[in-house]
């Protein structure tokens, strides 16, 4: 090997190249993993070696994910390390909280200033008729800094995971303040508990008082908790490729893109079929990330609880991005009032978690659309379930009456689909009330059940028209771009139907809706037999678990696409 060789070889392994991020699904990621993993070997028994290798490869691998966007991570934690001890030496209460809210606006502000500089002047623009436009003004200080032009500075990009480590930093703050851990008090530990690799750029979200206890603690992994990692992996990856990635490619983002190309059918389908794609998608990161975790004795946070078995909106958010939505419970709707200072107060606190939630999600107002669909869906169900059965389908006739005569004066895509919806939902509960007529108290619970999560699941699903449409988005068009993306994919459910080209249809997508029906039928099952499943292979024979692993790795990797899918929640 010639000396030009070996450059060229250590320039492609500590070069940031933006088109290759270091994807869970890429090889050079498990390459990366393997080295991490057998230098932790020999460092895992001394703690503070093991956390500062640790912080150092983690640093290494959001590099090689986001490039300099690294010394924005840098920057927080040493930020984050610094207010954190100040609150713990402090004794009183004033210059404490004083201490807590400057690092909460500071960590806002950074958030704000990547994530949201393009929406806040899209708002501002609008409000006042003025033509500002976004600078980058740390590309354009470094370029004068340098006396260069590498920089772009009519360009704000998104830190990838910036999100996710800056709600752990102010995780870390609050619980500090509030006395739930002790401050950290070296700058290794610290910056292990905000940059660890695994659920780095897409969650879950870590607590510090779930978390930094395990900075202290010795390595540990048996012999179950091992296979369970392992499985953990595997199904993540499965998850991913054959899903995610499959239903995606194939389906998802050709209607998506292009709705008006597509028939209303598909465009039905098109939801429906995203609503399974990004749970596989985030899910199976999440898998990945708890089982690389774990086979390091680190234990990361459920994330999900199989949400499309929720029988109501507030029972979704219960089991999807657990993490998340605790964190927004907490630190956000407790804060504001919860439930404890009348109805009409928990509504307005819980709508406005809800919209901040969608906000989080993205820089549009497609993503408080969702956000805010999502809060009326748990309204609406908490005033539901305090009503008698016959003011229910009193309430669900009106409503769809209501929609079917506008529909008729005022013909419209989105009255005829609030018409099928509200009929839906009337011929439902006008049959649950007459039958609690004819059979008095004897209610078919699995089939109350079955009804509740149907609702919810179509429900759901028709809120992601918002959610997906303004993914995947340059910020500086996302507002423009994902309201015609959503209006037109109304026009198309809305519209009238080729009911005759319905058969081509599902033939020509036959595999997509067979993936699709098979994966929701094993989102369905039981959680019994998933842990039975999950903890008997935990307990085969190692040799058994690696070629079950071999295998599921090149299942998996027969529907990797030319160019790999980066996660959904990258961009978040």
Not at 37 to 62: D, E, G, M, P
């Amino acid at each position: 090997m010639t000396l030009e060789n070996i450059k060229s070889f250590f320039y492609i392994i500590f070069s940031f190249d933006e088109r290759y991020p270091l994807l869970f699904t890429q090889f050079y990621f498990w390459a990366f993993f393997a080295i991490v993993f057998a230098i932790f070997s020999l460092v895992h028994s001394r703690r503070l070696l093991r956390n500062a290798f640790l912080f150092f490869a983690s640093l290494f691998f959001y590099y090689k994910t986001s490039g300099l966007f690294v010394l924005i991570l840098i920057l927080s934690t040493l930020y984050g390390f610094y207010i954190g001890k100040r609150i713990g030496k402090l004794e009183k209460k004033r210059p404490r909280k004083t201490y807590l809210v400057i690092g909460v606006v500071v960590n806002l502000l950074v958030l704000c200033y990547f994530k949201y500089a393009y929406f806040f002047t899209d708002v501002y623009n609008n409000l006042f008729h003025t033509d500002y436009e976004v600078i980058n003004y740390l590309a354009k200080w470094a370029n004068d800094w340098g006396n260069s032009t590498r920089f772009d500075a009519s360009k704000i990009l998104l830190p990838v995971g910036i999100s996710f480590y800056t709600f752990q930093n102010i995780s870390y703050l609050v619980d500090v303040y509030r006395k739930r851990v002790e401050p950290v008090s070296n700058i290794l530990d610290f910056g292990f508990y905000t940059a660890f690799f695994p659920q780095l750029v897409a969650g879950p979200i870590i607590r510090a008082n779930q978390f930094i206890p395990q900075l202290y603690k010795k390595f540990s992994l048996s012999r179950k908790q091992f296979g369970i990692a392992v499985f953990w992996i595997l199904n993540g990856l499965l998850k991913k490729l054959i899903l995610s990635d499959y239903l995606a490619v194939n389906f998802v983002d050709r209607v998506i893109d292009n709705p008006i190309l597509f028939t209303g059918f598909e465009n039905l389908m098109a939801i429906f079929v995203y609503s399974l794609q990004v749970y596989a998608d985030f899910s199976g990161y999440t898998d990945i990330a708890i089982g690389v975790a774990m086979l390091m004795g680190f234990y990361l946070p459920i994330n999900f609880n199989s949400p499309y078995k929720a029988t109501n909106c507030g029972d979704f958010w219960r089991r999807w991005h657990i993490s998340l939505s605790t964190w927004l419970k907490d630190y956000l709707y407790i804060p504001l009032g919860g439930s404890r200072k009348g109805k009409f107060r928990t509504h307005i606190n819980l709508m406005t978690t809800m919209l901040l939630g969608g906000l989080w999600h993205g820089a549009s107002w497609n993503f408080m659309i969702w956000g805010g669909l999502n809060g009326c869906g748990i309204i609406i169900f908490k005033i539901w379930r305090n009503m008698k059965k016959y003011a229910r389908t009193i309430l669900t006739f009106t409503l769809f009456a209501g929609f079917s005569t506008f529909n008729i004066l005022f013909p419209h895509p989105a009255l005829m689909i609030g018409t099928v919806w509200t009929g839906v939902i009337f011929f439902g509960t006008f049959i649950d009330q007459i039958y609690s007529l004819i059979i008095k108290n004897k209610p078919v619970k699995w089939l109350n059940r079955a009804w509740s999560i149907l609702l919810t699941f179509v429900f759901i699903t028709f809120t992601r028209l918002f959610f997906r449409s303004g993914s995947n988005l340059d910020p500086a068009e996302a507002n423009r771009m994902a309201w015609e993306t959503a209006q037109n994919m109304v026009m198309r459910i809305g519209g009238k139907w080729q009911l005759d080209l319905i058969p081509q249809i599902l033939y020509e997508y036959r595999f997509v809706f067979i993936l699709f029906l098979v994966g929701m039928i094993i989102h369905w099952l039981p959680t019994r037999w998933k842990r039975w499943y999950r903890l008997n292979f935990a307990m085969l024979p190692i040799w058994l678990i690696a070629a079950i692993s071999i295998a599921v790795i090149f299942l998996s990797y027969q529907f990797v696409t030319a160019d790999l899918q980066p996660f959904i929640y990258f961009q978040f």
